[in-house]
């Protein structure tokens, strides 16, 4: 058995699945209840906390965007593919885990669940002791490919910076008939007087040579 987490606040963790009887907890369907007792015994045990059954509605968004869990897990026993167009659709402005336990285990679904965004796809079962490691594992994951987004998108930002630097140094060398030094220091102690970063101050000198 898996050891609850000691956590003072315990990840909070979504459930979409395209089957609504399991929503509705409906007792004629036992593999349904079956599925949806052993995630929530799971959860139970590795001390996570369940939010909420999602169906996979049109409505899907608002609840994923009101609950805002720290993960999501999506049960599927098929139709995986029209359902990561769901997900995929309705996470795309809030990028979160998605761990997604199935019995498909067709290697290009799982690619193209890969690609879409889950990070964790899980095949053959849903059994309560595998729920805890592969939530870890998701967590992590998704935290590493975060930060190297963050640090691509910072190095994006610094190029485009730099860039702007150089073509207002560029103007400036031009207009005043100065080097490089030079319209690098005015640049520089412009950005110093108005408080502004060296790009920005730089984009402005730019946009002004333009209305000229």
């Not at 990840?11 to 699945?17: D, E, G, K």
């Not at 007792?37 to 409505?59: I, K, R, T």
């Not at 309560?128 to 998701?138: M, S």
């Not at 590493?144 to 190095?155: H, I, K, P, S, V």
């Amino acid at each position: 058995m898996s050891t609850p987490r000691s956590d003072a606040r315990r990840p909070t963790v979504a459930v979409v699945t395209p089957d609504p009887e399991l929503v509705a907890g409906d007792p004629g369907s036992r593999a349904q209840a079956a599925r949806g007792s052993a995630l929530a015994q799971g959860l139970a045990q590795a001390g996570y906390e369940l939010v909420a059954l999602l169906p996979a509605s049109a409505d899907l968004e608002a609840r994923i965007a009101e609950l805002r869990p720290d993960l999501l897990i999506v049960e599927a026993e098929s139709g995986v593919r029209d359902l990561l167009e769901h997900i995929v659709f309705v996470t795309r402005d809030s990028p979160r885990p998605i761990v997604l336990f199935t019995d498909d285990d067709d290697v290009e679904t799982a690619r193209m669940a890969v690609a879409a965004g889950v990070t964790a796809y899980i095949v053959d079962g849903l059994r309560p002791g595998r729920v805890r490691p592969v939530i870890e594992v998701a967590l992590a994951r998704f935290a590493r490919e975060q930060g190297l987004r963050a640090q691509l998108d910072d190095a994006r930002r610094q190029l485009l910076e730099r860039k702007t630097v150089e073509r207002a140094k560029g103007l400036l060398m031009k207009r005043l008939r100065v080097d490089e030094d030079e319209a690098f220091a005015r640049l520089r102690r412009l950005a110093m007087e108005k408080g502004l970063k060296l790009a920005e101050i730089a984009q402005r000198v730019l946009d002004a040579a333009e209305l000229l």
